[in-house]
């Protein structure tokens, strides 16, 4: 597996999406309660996870 540098993150926590980057500034942590788009966002992450494993 190549080496990966991620220089943010985001992360799907129930109803919530909470995007962080603190590689450079300016620095920021957003926090979007959305549960539309927090369910897309992990059906998302859930086939390219499918994908990627395969």
Not at 6 to 23: E, M, Q
Request: net charge negative; charged share 20%.
């Amino acid at each position: 597996m190549e080496e990966t540098n991620f220089t943010a993150n985001t992360w799907v926590c129930g109803d919530y999406l909470i995007l962080i980057s603190t590689h450079q500034r300016p620095f920021y942590l957003i926090e979007i309660h959305d549960a539309m788009l927090a369910y897309n966002i992990r059906e998302l992450f859930k086939k390219l996870w499918d994908i990627g494993v395969k």
